[in-house]
């Protein structure tokens, strides 16, 4: 079993952007994160990510680009999880579970994107 790899952020450091293309999500073991959407030449803070939860998931998943913004609210660590391990995982579940995931994650895709800020 390989070290899995970390990433240590400080305050305003930019995790991802709106936009980016993904190979990696990540699981937050400590800080906060905020998450932004671009409105004309701001960001909009829409969320916060608090330590235990995942980070950068639904690009992870479907491969489309990053749909908002993250960047550290204060110190933070993070645990990157390649895509590759995700992917075979997936490869070993039936054809109906990856429809589940794919579902569920256009449906949140479409909400979002109803999101107004």
Known sequence: MSMQESVKLEINDYLMREGEESNEMYYLTSGTLGVFKRKGDTEQQIGTIY?????GEMSFIDGEPRSATVKALGEAELTV??????????????????????????RLRRANARVRI
């Open 51 to 55: 330590s235990g939860e995942l980070v």
């Open 81 to 106: 999880i390649p895509k590759d391990a995700l992917q075979k995982y997936l490869n070993t579940q039936p054809k109906w579970y990856k429809a589940l995931v794919q579902t569920l994650l256009d």
